[in-house]
T-cell receptor, first 112, second 115 residues
């Protein structure tokens, strides 16, 4: 069975601070995909990144960066210089075979 | 990114009635659509996986006779909540993707309230 753990239920930071959201996953498959999604207060889920299991390169996109480490089964997400608009629930998800399963989500609150 | 729509965005119905929610992929062909349910301040719970032209695969604990899923075309899937009860009140979200491993794009969700 696959499992995604986001141990941080809620994080509060002050604007301009860096913040890292943790994601640990479990899977028996060698081929799988990892995702991060953002859910702002409006409720709609916004795709942020996809990473396949064979690509361990870290990725940076503007203020966002992701660190994928197969050795520790982690796919952590860092926001640099956080902004109030980053406040949302962030979900890590794992896809293997035909399923997309989500972690419990981390609520990020960025205060001005 | 790709666009997935859901209709209606909000629906209020009386206990005992049935409600149909539509999920459409607007600019790509979705071989697979997923239906999720989300309770307030909770994660998305996968209800079922639907491949075009075949019967949906339901997750354990999800009643297939209560939550009817149809995926008749590559751009449309429907979820019908039959004989709805107040405990069925929730936020229902669909996701569509072109193939295994592809990005799953989500609809904006449907807020169902059963009175």
């Amino acid at each position: 069975a696959q499992k995604v753990t986001q141990a941080q239920t809620e994080i509060s930071v002050v604007e301009k601070e860096d913040v890292t959201l943790d994601c640990v996953y479990e899977t028996r498959d060698t081929t799988y995909y990892l995702f991060w999604y953002k859910q702002p207060p409006s409720g709609e889920l916004v795709f942020l990144i996809r990473r396949n299991s064979f690509d361990e390169q870290n990725e940076i996109s503007g203020r966002y960066s992701w660190n994928f480490q197969k050795s520790t089964s982690s796919f952590n997400f860092t926001i640099t210089a956080s902004q109030v608009v980053d406040s949302a629930v962030y979900f890590c998800a794992l896809s293997e075979a035909n399923k997309l399963v989500f972690g419990a989500g981390t609520i990020l609150r960025v205060k001005s | 990114g790709a666009v997935v729509s859901q209709h209606p965005s909000r629906v209020i119905c009386k206990s005992g009635t049935s409600v149909k929610i539509e999920c459409r992929s607007l600019d790509f062909q979705a071989t697979t659509m997923f239906w999720y349910r989300q309770f307030p301040k909770k994660s998305l719970m996968l209800m079922a996986t639907s491949n075009e032209g075949s019967k949906a695969t339901y997750e354990q604990g999800v009643e297939k006779d209560k939550f009817l899923i149809n995926h008749a075309s590559l751009t449309l899937s429907t979820l019908t909540v039959t004989s709805a009860h107040p405990e069925d009140s929730s936020f229902y979200i669909c996701s569509a993707r072109e193939m295994v491993g592809a990005v799953g794009y989500f609809g904006p969700g449907t807020r169902l309230t059963v009175t």
